[in-house]
């Protein structure tokens, strides 16, 4: 069984679309999270929800927005769709705040 | 607020050679410490983790680190490496407090040539 599954896995769209992104984990964590991984790899925080509460909401635009309707599920959701936006994003999930986070296989969104 | 920083972006290294790939961080108050890899095209996976006691900690495939709170270092270490063991390497650490927010370094290129 998939601990933490992202749909999809390849995203190519144009600018100004409107795009989402679905996460779910299947391993009971209470927390969960959107990274953005860029070209040179460098992982950056976007949102984390913990207990379907957001915890840290890190400079991005607001065109992005994370929605968790459960414990289980964190969506991101992308308006008007810039290229800058092409990036790997990974969902993760972990135990608590301190524990090791899980990570979904990422979705990479290419905007043309 | 606490930084990581991965001093080698690029590590190649001869099958079956040791190897060492270094990680400081900074920060004014402890922190818990994490390596994770990436292997291509796919998601983070935790390779091994120091929260407290014993410093020098393992991961099931030889790979270890060693937490040294006077250099504020977490280096990773494997004395022998495997092709298998090409991927990308992040350290990474947790302020236990605030945010707790994951800080990850930049990522260091481990390359196991034949």
């Known amino acids: 069984d998939t601990a933490v599954s992202q749909t999809p896995k390849y995203l190519v769209t144009q600018m100004g679309n409107d795009k989402s992104i679905k996460c779910e984990q299947n391993?009971?964590?209470?927390?969960m999270y959107w990274y953005k991984q860029d070209s040179k790899k460098f992982l950056k925080i976007m949102f984390s929800?913990?207990?379907?509460?957001?915890?840290i909401n890190e400079t991005v635009p607001n065109r992005f927005s994370p929605k968790s309707p459960d414990k289980a599920h964190l969506n991101l959701h992308i308006n008007s769709l810039e290229l800058g936006d092409s990036a790997v994003y990974f969902c993760?999930?972990?135990?608590?705040?301190?524990?090791?986070?899980?990570f979904g296989p990422g979705t990479r969104l290419t905007v043309t | 607020a606490q930084s990581v920083t991965q001093l080698d972006s690029q590590v190649p290294v001869f099958e079956e050679a040791p190897v060492e790939l270094r990680c400081n961080y900074s920060?004014?108050?402890?922190?818990?410490l994490f390596w994770y890899v990436q292997y291509p095209n796919q998601g983070l996976q935790l390779l091994l983790k120091?929260?407290?006691?014993?410093?020098l900690v393992e991961s099931i495939n030889g790979f270890e680190a060693e937490f040294n709170k006077s250099q504020t270092s977490f280096h990773l270490r494997k004395p022998s490496v495997h092709i298998s063991d090409t991927a990308e390497y992040f350290c990474a650490v947790i302020l236990p407090l605030g945010s707790y927010q994951l800080t990850f370094g930049k990522g260091t290129k481990l390359s196991v040539i034949p």
């Open positions: 120091y929260l407290s006691g014993s410093t």
């Open positions: 920060s004014s108050v402890s922190v818990y």
């Open positions: 391993l009971g964590h209470d927390t």
């Open positions: 929800y913990n207990n379907k509460e957001l915890i």
């Open positions: 993760a999930s972990s135990r608590d705040r301190v524990n090791e986070q899980y």
